[in-house]
């Protein structure tokens, strides 16, 4: 498996042309406008939302740890 | 879920801090330009910080007038939590600064020197740095009610030197730190563009209910472990 990974290293700089043929037209697509700057907003509130659930989840097992008593 | 309106209202601010945040409308001033969207994140750090290590005073002073454990507990949790957002604070400082203080031209380092001098800097630097002496002297007590009696007028004392150490003497020196005149980002007629205060002001409040939600997870973690060690 170690082996491999030189190997798909050498193959992914040969992908580096498809990349810069990226489409010329804008897509009309929300995600795709306005500089993208909506999938920095999804990025950022993924984060947030991991953040959140985790402290939910340590909320509830404190919660849980206190009513063993 | 009705004591946990507030949690709910913490999670609603800090959405609407990240979407109206990065697309709101914003000045277009020279040098800063986006990167003024920042305030919403690297000055609500320090904002928590300092309403998170005023929660912590007033709890030690309450310690000191009814000697109750419980309260000198919340002022070290509370105190802990403020430092955490110092810290965020000093971190994201030192990216924005990195990006609109320092000169392109010269090497980083050589713009680092002048960077770190400025009062601003030292001053948080100062403030963090006094807390940690805060956590250390606690520590350093076997004696629960001495600990908690020496620690608490303690932090009394670094409170009172967040004063000059972040609020007045940056103020006085020249500083390449924005908002040293007046009151800075609460000053209505002259400060921030009446658009940034639609989401800096809920900003502030859900990250600062954000260090309160952590820290009433730490203490209430606290409560448990200290019943179980019998205290």
């Known amino acids: 498996m170690k082996k491999l990974f030189p190997l798909a290293a050498i193959f992914l700089l040969f992908t580096q042309p498809l990349l810069s043929q990226a489409p010329k037209y804008e897509m009309a697509q929300l995600m795709r406008s306005d500089g993208r700057i909506y999938v920095v907003i999804a990025v950022m509130l993924a984060i947030l939302a991991g953040l959140i659930l985790y402290l939910i989840r340590l909320d509830r097992k404190i919660a849980k740890m206190e009513n063993l008593k | 879920m009705k004591k946990h309106w507030w949690k709910i209202l913490t999670v609603l601010l800090l959405v609407y801090t990240f979407i109206a945040g990065l697309l709101g409308p914003v000045p277009r001033l020279p040098l800063l330009q986006e990167t003024i969207r920042n305030l919403y994140f690297h000055v609500c750090m320090w904002f928590a910080m300092m ?15 009814t000697l109750k454990p419980e309260l000198d507990r919340a002022a070290r949790l509370y105190a802990g939590t403020g430092i955490l957002f110092g810290l965020l604070g000093y971190g994201t400082g030192a990216i924005w600064a990195s990006f609109t203080w320092a000169d392109p031209n010269i090497p980083i380092l050589d713009s680092f020197s002048t960077i770190a001098r400025d009062p601003k800097l030292i001053g948080a630097a100062v403030a963090l740095l006094v807390y940690a002496a805060y956590m250390i002297l606690r520590d ?29 003497l940056p103020r006085v020196l020249p ?54 060690l019998g205290l």
Request: aromatic share 12%; glycine share 4%; charged share 15%.
């Open chain 2, 51 to 65: 309403i998170l290590f005023m929660v912590s005073v007033v709890h030690s002073i309450r310690y000191l007038n």
């Open chain 2, 140 to 168: 350093s007590i076997n004696d629960i009610d001495k600990r908690a009696r020496i620690s608490a007028v303690y932090n009394i004392f670094a409170f009172v030197l967040l004063f000059p150490a972040i609020w007045i």
């Open chain 2, 175 to 228: 500083s390449l730190h924005p908002g040293n005149d007046g009151n800075p980002a609460l000053d209505v007629k002259n400060d921030i563009s009446a658009d940034m205060r639609m989401v800096f002001y809920p900003a502030v409040l859900g990250w600062t209910l954000l260090g309160v939600w952590i820290t009433q997870l730490k203490i209430r973690l606290q409560v448990l472990v200290d019943k179980k």
